[in-house]
C-alpha cells in the first residue's frame, strides 16, 4: 500500500501503526486480514494523521544488527554523541564556539597564504 499524503514526504510506503484495540485483533488469529485491515487502517487515519512528528535519524536504522536505543536519537544528537565518543572530544566546530571564542580562534589561527599566480613573459 502506498503512503498517505501526510507520510509520504518520508516514505513512499504505508507503516502500521497499531493501537490497543488493533493490536489485539492482529495478534488474534481469529480475525481475518480483511477485518484487521480495515480497523487499523481506520484506526490510523482517525488518531495518528496529523500527530506524527518528523525526525530525520542516523544511518543505523538501515541495519536490523543495530538494536541499540541511538536508533530513535535525532541524526543530530547521534552525530553529537559519536562526536564525543571519538577525537571530536577533543575539537569544536567553530560555528559552536561563543563569539569570544571565535574571535580567540580567529587570533590564533594565521591567515591563509596568498597564491601568487606567476606571470609569464611573453616570448
Same mark, same amino acid.
Given at each position: 500500500?502506498?503512503?498517505?499524503?501526510?507520510?509520504?514526504?518520508?516514505?513512499?510506503?504505508?507503516?502500521?501503526? &497499531?493501537?490497543?484495540?488493533? #493490536?489485539?485483533?492482529?495478534? *488474534?488469529?481469529?480475525? /481475518?486480514?480483511? @477485518?484487521?485491515?480495515?480497523?487499523? %487502517?481506520?484506526?490510523?487515519?482517525?488518531?495518528?494523521?496529523?500527530?506524527?512528528?518528523?525526525?530525520?535519524?542516523?544511518? &543505523?536504522?538501515?541495519?536490523? #544488527?543495530?538494536?541499540?536505543? *541511538?536508533?530513535?536519537? /535525532?541524526?543530530? @544528537?547521534?552525530?553529537?554523541?559519536? %562526536?564525543?565518543?571519538?577525537?571530536?572530544?577533543?575539537?569544536?566546530?567553530?560555528?559552536?564556539?561563543?563569539?569570544?571564542?571565535?574571535?580567540?580562534?580567529?587570533?590564533?589561527?594565521?591567515?591563509?597564504?596568498?597564491?601568487?599566480?606567476?606571470?609569464?613573459?611573453?616570448?
Amino acid at each position: 500500500m502506498g503512503a498517505n499524503e501526510v507520510v509520504s514526504r518520508v516514505h513512499h510506503r504505508q507503516p502500521v501503526f &497499531l493501537d490497543a484495540k488493533t #493490536r489485539e485483533m492482529w495478534l *488474534d488469529p481469529k480475525h /481475518s486480514f480483511k @477485518d484487521c485491515f480495515n480497523a487499523i %487502517l481506520g484506526s490510523q487515519v482517525a488518531r495518528f494523521g496529523d500527530h506524527l512528528e518528523y525526525v530525520e535519524v542516523s544511518h &543505523l536504522v538501515n541495519s536490523i #544488527r543495530n538494536q541499540t536505543r *541511538d536508533c530513535i536519537l /535525532s541524526r543530530e @544528537d547521534y552525530d553529537a554523541k559519536q %562526536l564525543q565518543l571519538g577525537l571530536g572530544r577533543f575539537f569544536k566546530k567553530v560555528s559552536d564556539l561563543s563569539e569570544e571564542e571565535k574571535k580567540e580562534y580567529k587570533a590564533k589561527t594565521p591567515e591563509k597564504p596568498k597564491i601568487i599566480k606567476p606571470v609569464r613573459e611573453e616570448e
